[in-house]
């Protein structure tokens, strides 16, 4: 996040041509992102759990997940505890940017060295590679510290987004990933494994996928579609736990083809629907459905009952560019607009 006081004004003025009430929000909002990070940057000060605090061999991430829709779901998954038994933890970030800047830092270059990270998530490339800062806006004042690492500082990282963003959904799906992180399961040797899904965040595509369709508009652009053609809080729930549950199916075949003793199924961050009169998530936002994610406990035993085709090159370090439009696109994709 830029410290800029003229570029704040600047952006202000423009997004007040089209939205006064908008421009007031944004221009308060980033001043006190700049105050936030500030403070929360610093690790004695920062509001929530590390993972690597946590015990973990594999830690898999359900982007945007909330704790309530896991237990919701928990019945249906065999490789899921009981929901009275999926314990939580206050996250890092209250957004993906902020909680990868502030998990992933040179305070755990040790442990980060001998962790293997898979994401979907496009924002591992911005923050590991490009060195982004959340939120993109400028803010007018403060002095947040940078101490996140690089790709390079990872045994290794493989980004998805890279090679196997699909075309129809413009997002890494979770097969893909799941064949990824089997392939490097069973190739590799680290201490620990990082696996970093990209659902249920939107868009939702559970349906879409099992009716082999594009996405409607509604699915691909809940929230901004909210109140249009009937669309409620209601039905985007449905779709969030439909979206969960896809993804929850591949998770179960995961940890079928994957030897872990000590596995957890966690979020990087929670999704709001109307708490606060706000919708999805934001940086900087102390919300409990935001900043308390899940933390089930579970093993995993490699069964050999799947072997998926070649997707990454295990020896591949996966630290060559990716184009910003592209890592954009999918970030656009993801409700970033």
Known sequence: MPIDFEQWVSDARQTWRSSPKRALFEAGYYAYCGVWLTVTSR????????????????????????????????????????????????????ASAEWLSKTFTHDYADEIAETIYLSANPYSVK??????????????????????????DFK?????????????????????????????G?????????????????????????????MTAAERDAFDRLGSNGLDYATIK???IETLSYTLEWVRRLVENFDAEKVVVSAD??????????????????????????WARTTA???????????????????????????????????YH
């Open 238 to 240: 449905r779709w969030y």
């Open 156 to 184: 290794q990282i493989y980004n998805l987004t890279r090679t196997h963003c699909d075309e129809r959904y413009n997002v890494v799906l979770p097969v893909d990933l799941t064949d990824a992180a089997i392939q490097v």
């Open 269 to 294: 961050h929670g999704e709001l629907f109307g708490e606060w009169h706000m919708n999805a998530h934001l940086t900087g936002l102390p919300h409990p459905k935001l900043k308390r994610v899940p």
């Open 301 to 335: 035993t490699d069964t050999e009952s799947y072997h998926p085709e070649p997707v990454v090159d295990v020896d591949d370090e996966g630290t060559d560019a990716v184009a910003d439009d592209i890592v954009e696109q999918q970030l656009e994709a993801l409700g």
């Open 43 to 94: 690790r004695r000060l920062q509001l929530g759990t590390n993972v690597y605090d946590r015990d973990w061999d594999l830690l898999i991430l359900l982007d945007a997940c909330r704790i309530d829709a896991l237990r919701h779901v928990a019945s249906d998954f065999d490789v899921l505890p009981a929901a009275s038994d999926i314990d939580s933890m206050w996250s890092l970030g209250s």
């Open 127 to 152: 923050i590991f590679d490009n060195g982004f800062c959340a939120p993109p806006n400028a803010a007018p004042f403060g002095f947040p510290k940078r101490n996140t690492v690089k790709s390079s």
């Open 186 to 214: 069973r190739n590799t040797d680290a201490h620990r494994y990082i696996v970093h899904y990209m659902q249920p965040h939107v868009p939702y595509l559970a349906r879409a996928i099992a009716d082999d369709r594009d």
